[in-house]
């Protein structure tokens, strides 16, 4: 094959959170350099960078909720707290050199396909010029807030757990929190003890895992792993081949799955012994449909004797509190929105437009949609990390997105080589892969009958439906029957081959 000069690509990448992070040290890693990232917060960390609310933890075990190229052997505690997860991401930014290519504060307005190169202009004005965008953007990051009659006539304060604000007092206040999912089931917790008052509106009530997610980590442990950066690793190794069980759960309805099953049910039968109380809390849809929720305190916290479980429904926020169906006024001096986010916004609302003038809004007219969460058909030297049908709920994030990397720089290594100008995954390519997603959705917990943010407005199911392995296989060498793969670009201004 007649290969053009060796060229050095320049890469933007859009995001410094989990995903735009593992891009850039595996790019770093393989020897690329001209990339900016540009991210819309004022620090690194992604969703660890907004959130942070009262009992902020992760409730994926640390050993396993980080960087297989950054593993930390002194996490201080099993399921870390978000500040311990958002200085970890701070000083992997810091080990791999990050910091010269990231600019902060700095959200993309627009991102336009000339036909040749990317052309990315920033909320200040700051245009960059790249060969190749990364949309390392996430899923969780537009917080919804329901507009709920009465809300600006409110006398109180209003917060939304994606946005919190530190000067907010919650110590001796009456609290409302709506909603009843993951952040919901924390910040209950967390401000219970401390509140007046403290009433939880939960519209769908959530199956609860226990788990001891206050535990330490043991220092004997933290020494052993700190003098053995190979067992480090095979821990490592272990608790991702560990979090396969996980995945096997969800996917497939076995024995193993109804075991988990029947001890989220113990989980509420052990810890709520009250009958009707325990009534109210059980949901009528099978465990781990929804994004299963874990908690050591919640179901304590909830049974307090300054706390309440609101079920009726929300008819109207009054200037003194919020109004239930029943007609009933519950006071209260501050509403913390639990409430979740708008999920399948990824990119939007940046005007990105692709080849010939195509937006993001009509490629993706009936929903989110791409080719093994990594390219869109119109959208050529674009790819995603954690994209569309990530396996957020069975697979490691981490993992997903440094394969995923990886499979990009497969790429940048060939349009260095000069082999193409131009990469764009095709429309059959990505379809056959959608239909694979949407019949191996079948046998999913997920598809089991509950009403979850995983459900996009066309109703498909926005996750990823096979286990590591397959992804894996789809994610290591690109399928050139796949792609339009186009050495035929006109020639590029070399002064413009840097993105800075
Ligand atoms: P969520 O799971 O989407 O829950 C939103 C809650 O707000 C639900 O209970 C929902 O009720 C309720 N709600 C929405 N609109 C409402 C309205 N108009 N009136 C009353 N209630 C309303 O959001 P989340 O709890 O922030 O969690 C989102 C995801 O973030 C999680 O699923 C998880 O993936 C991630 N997360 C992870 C961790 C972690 O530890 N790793 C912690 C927090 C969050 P319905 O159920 O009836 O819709």
């Known amino acids: 094959m007649t290969t053009k000069p060796y060229r050095e690509p ?46 902020l933890t992760c409730d994926v075990p640390s050993q396993v909720y980080q960087f297989g190229f950054a593993p930390k052997a002194d996490w201080s505690r099993i399921w870390a707290t978000g500040a311990e997860i958002q200085r970890y991401h701070a000083d992997v930014v810091e080990k791999f050199g990050l910091r010269e290519h990231l600019r902060l504060d700095s959200e993309v307005t627009d991102a336009v396909f000339d036909g040749n190169r990317w052309d990315v202009t920033v909320a200040d004005g700051t245009r960059h010029r790249a060969d190749f965008v990364i949309a390392a953007t996430g899923v969780l990051h537009h917080p919804f807030t329901p507009d709920i009659p009465g809300l600006d006539e409110f006398a109180g304060a209003t917060v939304h757990t994606a946005r919190w604000n530190d000067s907010i007092v919650t110590e001796g206040k009456r609290i409302a929190v709506i909603g009843s999912g993951s952040t919901g089931v924390q910040v209950v917790s967390a401000l219970q003890p401390d509140a007046a008052t403290l009433t939880q509106f939960a519209r769908t009530p959530q199956w609860v895992l226990w788990a001891p997610m206050g535990l330490r980590q043991s220092s004997l442990v933290t020494k052993v792993l700190l003098a053995s950066p190979a067992l480090r690793d095979r821990v490592y190794g272990l608790s991702l081949w560990a979090s396969g069980i996980l995945a096997d759960v969800v996917l497939r309805p076995t024995w193993r799955r109804r075991l ?24 009528d849809y099978q465990p781990l449909c929804k994004r ?31 109004r239930t169906a029943d007609g009933r006024e519950h006071e ?18 940046m005007n990105l437009r692709g080849r010939d003038g195509l937006t993001i809004d009509q490629a993706w007219e009936k929903g989110p949609r791409a080719y093994r969460m990594s390219a ?6 674009l ?14 994030l981490q993992y997903s997105a440094e394969l995923t990397s990886r499979y990009i720089t497969r790429w940048l290594e060939r349009f260095r080589a000069g082999e193409f100008d131009t990469v764009e995954v095709t429309e059959d390519a990505t379809t056959r892969f959608n239909d694979a997603v949407a019949e191996a959705m079948g046998p999913t917990v997920w598809n089991t009958g509950c009403n979850s943010w995983y459900f996009t407005e066309q109703n498909t199911i926005d996750l990823w439906p096979f286990d590591r392995k397959t992804m894996t296989a789809m994610l290591t060498e690109p399928d050139d029957h796949d792609f339009l793969i186009n050495r035929n670009a006109p020639a590029r201004d070399s002064a413009e081959s840097s993105t800075r």
């Not at 891009?23 to 992604?46: N, P, Q, R």
């Not at 909830?302 to 919020?322: C, K, M, S, Y």
């Not at 869109?376 to 030297?381: A, K």
């Open 10 to 55: 320049s890469i933007i990448i859009i995001g410094a959170g989990v995903a735009g992070i593992a891009a850039a040290v595996t790019f770093k890693k393989a020897g690329f350099e001209d990339f900016v990232i540009l991210e819309k917060g004022s620090d690194v960390g992604g969703v660890w960078f907004w959130n942070r609310y009262p009992g």
């Open 260 to 283: 988990v099953q029947r001890f989220a049910r113990w989980s509420l039968r052990a810890q709520v012994r009250d009958r009707k109380l325990r009534e109210t809390l059980t949901p």
């Open 376 to 381: 869109i058909p119109g959208f050529p030297n």
């Open 383 to 396: 790819f995603t990390v954690l994209g569309p049908n990530s396996p957020t709920g069975s697979i490691s």
């Open 292 to 322: 299963q929720v874990v908690s050591g305190t919640y179901y304590q916290a909830i049974q307090a004797a300054n706390a309440e479980l609101v079920t009726e429904g929300i008819t109207e926020i009054t200037p003194a509190g919020i």
């Open 332 to 349: 209260i001096d501050l509403i913390v929105f639990a409430t979740g986010f708008h999920p399948h916004n990824y990119m939007r609302p």
